[in-house]
T-cell receptor, first 113, second 112 residues
Framework: SQQGEEDPQALSIQEGENATMNCSYK?????LQWYRQNSGRGLVHLIL???NEREKHSGRLRVTLDTSKKSSSLLITASRAADTASYFC?????????????WGAGTKLIIKP | EPEVTQTPSHQVTQMGQEVILRCVPI?????FYWYRQILGQKVEFLVS????????KSEIFDDQFSVERPDGSNFTLKIRSTKLEDSAMYFC??????????FGPGTRLLVL
């Protein structure tokens, strides 16, 4: 089954506005992670939220997790042109102390100056 | 800050040729991973490696793929006989006992 479906697929906003991206998943998880990818580049880890957490902050990032709805959101406040990138959620289910990340298709965020 | 490195950054090869993608994980990390991302598609898990053996692999990771940790620092992915559909960005990742996986910058593989 597919895991970590993001919406919207693409989002274009003005610099200074807030950007909200959502992620839904299907199976139980131990944690959910958000990554950023600049065009054609590597994956940069942004934030991890565990299944027993509901909200987490890191700088201008706020992540929420609703395990009853199997969904998460990533909010970027006061967006900047440098935030332009693709954002992916990835879910992890830990088994025997190891796990793989199951990825969504990503949201392409464009911040217009 | 320590980081995962990968070489080469780009590799072009002919169909049927063998390629070896190299990764240097963060030095005190214990778990190692390979993922791939076909252009415009999702990132897909290939294989995880712990304690000098494969701990999990996906259905993509067939007999054409192998991984090795030949020394204390490198972690390699070998594709024995490349196919056109192996063209993708290949990411290596590592983690300590904590949950966060740290990714390298990727190797873009193009099979002609």
């Amino acid at each position: 089954s597919q895991q970590g479906e993001e919406d919207p697929q693409a989002l274009s906003i003005q610099e200074g506005e807030n950007a909200t991206m959502n992620c839904s998943y299907k199976t139980s998880i131990n944690n959910l992670q958000w990554y950023r990818q600049n065009s054609g580049r590597g994956l940069v880890h942004l934030i991890l939220i565990r299944s027993n957490e509901r909200e987490k902050h890191s700088g201008r990032l706020r992540v929420t997790l609703d395990t009853s709805k199997k969904s998460s959101s990533l909010l970027i406040t006061a967006s900047r042109a440098a935030d332009t990138a693709s954002y992916f959620c990835a879910t992890a289910r830990i088994m025997d102390s190891n796990y793989q990340l199951i990825w969504g298709a990503g949201t392409k965020l464009i911040i217009k100056p | 800050e320590p980081e995962v490195t990968q070489t080469p950054s780009h590799q072009v090869t002919q169909m049927g040729q063998e390629v070896i993608l190299r990764c240097v994980p963060i030095s005190n990390h214990l778990y190692f991973y390979w993922y791939r991302q076909i252009l415009g598609q999702k990132v897909e898990f290939l294989v995880s490696f712990y304690n000098n053996e494969i701990s999990e692999k996906s259905e993509i990771f067939d007999d054409q793929f192998s991984v090795e940790r030949p020394d204390g620092s490198n972690f390699t992915l070998k594709i024995r006989s490349t196919k056109l559909e192996d063209s993708a960005m290949y990411f290596c990742a590592s983690r300590s006992g904590q949950e966060t996986q740290y990714f390298g910058p990727g190797t873009r593989l193009l099979v002609l």
